[in-house]
């Protein structure tokens, strides 16, 4: 939701206006029953961009489903875009296990999950710390209010975003046509923590366990490799920076390193 942006958005307001569009179904936004899939997705960003009035083309930015959109805008309304930020978000949705020419680790062969401190929802302030401790990151709190109904106690209730509507972006997910796209392109791409750390976390206890680990981080950064190589492949101007480790969230994690790879790529437009 837009909300999660403001780290972001403070850190560029110096060198440009930041909007912030909450997508439809979530947070404020309206929820009708139809309109989710990616292309009517795009359109609704248009209509922002119409109702703003701006006197040049944006630059249009976009986490998660966001990418998504901006692979429409960019293939079939480049006419009325500058340039595209992904934020960790450049990658095909319709790829399967079996896309990415390694294979997928065996889920039964490995150790358990690192088991994660239990979620703290006695506040939104408390929430917040137990998300910094586990994650890394703090949502704004005005995004974590979006998010989930807080109680007449000050502690956090019921998941806000409607199981429908999860359902509905999901299943309204396009292949992207990077090729078509004829925009300057930034891309920011999140890498996982190293192998030990990853052993360090997990701890395998058996050799099959360690194995079974090592093949699901191999698959992971065949995930991360497949992605970039698409992105490129269809665009081969687009900058491409990664961050070694970084958060899903990385505009949260990495606010001014992002800010200032923003700020660079605008000043080449």
């Not at 917040?128 to 005005?142: K, M, S, T, Y």
Request: charged share 20%; aromatic share 8%; net charge neutral.
């Amino acid at each position: 939701m837009g909300h999660a942006f403001e780290p972001l958005a403070r850190e560029l307001v110096a060198v440009c206006h930041v909007v912030s569009i909450t997508r439809r179904g979530l947070g404020a936004s309206s929820a009708p029953a139809g309109g989710y899939s990616t292309s009517e997705s795009a359109q609704d960003v248009l209509k922002v961009i119409d109702a703003l009035q701006l006197q040049a083309k944006p630059i249009v930015a976009g986490h998660s489903f966001g990418g998504m959109d901006l692979n429409v805008l960019g293939s079939r309304h480049a006419d009325r875009i500058a340039g595209f930020v992904y934020l960790n978000s450049a990658e095909d949705p319709m790829l399967g296990p079996n896309d990415y020419g390694v294979k997928p680790p065996d889920g039964k062969a490995l150790p358990p999950a690192p088991k994660l401190e239990p979620e703290d929802r006695s506040s939104v302030a408390a929430y917040l710390d137990w998300q910094e401790r586990v994650h890394g990151i703090r949502f704004p709190a005005d995004e974590l209010r979006q998010l989930y109904e807080v109680n007449s106690d000050g502690s956090l209730g019921r998941y806000l975003v409607s199981q429908q509507t999860r359902q509905a972006l999901s299943k309204g997910l396009e292949r992207p046509e990077y090729a078509k796209i004829r925009v300057p392109v930034l891309a920011f791409v999140a890498g996982a923590a190293s192998a030990p750390e990853q052993m360090a976390k997990w701890k395998p206890t058996t050799e099959s366990q360690r194995e079974a680990l090592l093949q699901k981080l191999k698959f992971d950064e065949a995930i991360r490799k497949r992605h970039i190589a698409d992105l490129q492949r269809g665009v081969p101007t687009a900058e491409v920076v990664e961050f070694a480790q970084a958060n899903f969230y990385l505009f949260l994690s990495h606010p001014a390193a992002i800010a200032a790879g923003i700020r660079s790529f605008l000043s080449q437009l």
